[in-house]
């Protein structure tokens, strides 16, 4: 094919792949039907994008969103009208939630059928629009080329997110001049980068008077870029201020790193909350003041003065009141902050922050996340610190599913850089991790890719150790099976009176006879004694693989502010858990 | 390690409580956005309110460029100073949203509205209502021996007062535009 076919008479479907194309996209994960049809031929005449043919569309959608996070790319899902589209809203509500820059392509119904309740006819734009950034139904196939760059630009601009093209099939079918993405001009929107100045002096002034600073980082971090992370660093080392992150930022400062307080919020460390809770300057860097991290809002950071950095203006106010609002980029502001803080002389309030750092330190002395790992069961927290001791110096990439397990895996896992680690943090997706550690692995096919999941999410989406195994995806699957909807357990002891309604996963597969039915490898282990060697086993083992890690079944993930209190009152380890929660909490998920 | 001790009793706000350091004071807010005149545009302005939980006490929408396909949004709404920041917010995120104009806090502005009311009557009620009609500055724009269609424009406030003067008259259907709204000065 030649390279530049500006100008030239392309079908729809034509334009799709050469789009992809042009757009850098080299893998397309989806699912055919009627009114695809027309791409997915196209598809199968060219090499140059390999296409993943998953088992649900909600998969192939998670997958883009695992090759998203860990690439800084589009990830692309392709799925058919009606159905296809509906099994991809949860995907693109899970996109939206987090921040992860996807596109779907859909296919529907022709053009002069739409509205006629035709065969796999649905709504799909006005289903998704709430679940999307931006989304477009093309009519006329000269309007496509341009959509579809239109697409990707919406996509990774600003704060980044899914969008989604509904193509009619006779739309796919019909030719018009294709235009690539130089001569496409892409709408008028364009975020805003650079902070403002006056904002940036006044966080400069701030951080030199500060006695007892804290960063407090998010997912911005991370979605702003690389650049971003190192901007970070470079600020965190030189002030010498403590840092947290939420779930969605870990990373972007390394957890060895001698400033890192660990994760804060309802699981974060007893350090990072009281830090939270007794700073005098909190320095929001790319996150959101989530419910999961504020606890109750009257009692959060009460004493501090809050500065907020985000590209996305409706964050700024939304739950907490910023003194000092700077609207734009984390890496552009981070930047501008750090060279004017040095142009001032690199002043910090030396002895105030000693102090500081020395009440730090003791709250670390709590050590508020060990455990003992004794008798003959395995302790999650254990299974979690052996799989992160054996694997941590590889090239690694962590996803998770939703429950006890994914907390665990953010309390006992550490990550040296940013977009390693793969969760569903806003919408808390269980079946994420599977499907995303599919789209992990596509991206980066050399490095090692493990989903820290539990029994009950990954059965969500356990289809796909069909795709993992067609396509020799070495991924694997570690699951800490409690026999428990975990999570929910826990909750359950917390205020309901230990009633356990519903919260067993009673007639569980034997994941290793479901390993071999699928083609993979399956390991059990349940004895702490064998633990290191079976891990070992699961890493050597080239290709697919499900280890079924049967653990302590009634362990409760702590530390935990329960809902509806404070940072500062937080249940630790051993803690009588019932009656923590009172009547107000309680109505709270 | 010993548990921590736990004040009792000390949640009295829910963690979804969002704003004790927020006013509560309700303002009334009038919003120009606009927009790019594509397909769904309307319904992602109207998504935003129903999904968030805003108010919407009017609103109007029509291309007001027909070259360059914009359309310009009027909404009223109601809410505390941070909601209605919020929703300013909110509706600038809109991808195909270019500029969104809060005209109660840039100025001086005009707001009109238009109605049509059918008023029935007859004898001193038919009387009464094209007398008051005068006063209010009402056209008639239909009739027929025992009813009246009058056409009014003005504020809110001059159009929600000929109601309460009609009803008892005899109003029997009533249509309203919603605001249309323009800042006053020169300047856009
Ligand atoms: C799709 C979906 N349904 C329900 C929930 C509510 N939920 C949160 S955690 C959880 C239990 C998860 O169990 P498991 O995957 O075994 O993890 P564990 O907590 O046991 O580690 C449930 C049901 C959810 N987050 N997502
Ligand atoms: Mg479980």
Partial sequence: MTKNMGGRQLTGAQMVVKALKDQGVDAVFGYPGGAVLPIYDEIFQQNEIRHFLVRHEQAAVHAAEGYARSTGKVGVALVTSGPGATNAVTGLTDALMDSIPILVISGQVPTFMIGSDAFQEADTVGITRPCTKHNWLVKDTAALSGVLHEAFHVARSGRPGPVLVDIPKDVQFASAEYLPPTKVSTSHYRPKLQGDPAEIERLVALMEGAERPVFYTGGGVINSGPEASRLLRGLVEATGFPITSTLMGLGAYPASGDKWLGMLGMHGTYEANMAMHGCDLLINVGARFDDRITGRIDAFSPNSRKVHIDIDASSINKVIKADVPILGDVAHVLEDALALWKARGSRTNAGKLGTWRKRVQEWRAVRCLDFKQEGAVIKPQYAVSRLEALTKDRDRYICTEVGQHQMWAAQYMGFEAPNRWMTSGGLGTMGYGQPASMGVQVAHPESLVINVAGEASWLMNMQEMGTMVQYRLPVKQFILNNERLGMVRQWQELLHGERYSQSWSEALPDFVKLAEAFGAKGIRCQDPADLDDAIVEMLDHDGPVIFDCLVEKHENCFPMIPSGKAHNEMLMTNARMQGAINATGAVLV | ?188
């Fill in chain 2, 1 to 188: 390690m010993p548990p921590l001790k736990l004040k009792k009793g000390s949640t009295s706000h829910s963690a979804y409580n969002l704003r004790p350091t927020f006013s509560d004071v309700q303002e009334r807010h009038t919003l120009a956005v606009l927009v790019d005149n594509e397909v769904g545009v309307l319904a992602r302005v109207i998504g935003l309110f129903s999904g968030r939980g805003y108010n919407i006490e009017s609103l109007t929408v029509a291309e007001v460029d027909h070259e360059g396909h914009t359309s310009r949004i009027t909404v009223v709404t109601t809410g505390t100073p941070q909601v209605i920041e919020q929703i300013k917010a909110q509706l600038g995120r809109i991808v195909p949203v270019h500029d969104v104009h809060d005209l109660t806090v840039e100025g001086q502005v005009v707001e009109r509205e238009l109605a049509l009311f059918k008023v029935q009557g007859t004898g001193d009620k038919r009387i009464e209502a094209l007398r008051l009609a005068e006063i209010f500055r009402a056209n008639v724009v239909d009739s027929t021996l025992d009813s009246f269609v009058f056409e009014i424009t003005g504020d809110v406030g001059k159009i929600d007062a000929f109601a309460d003067l009609m009803r008892p008259i005899g109003l029997v259907e009533m249509g309203r535009t919603g605001v249309a709204a323009l800042s006053r000065g020169a300047r856009a």
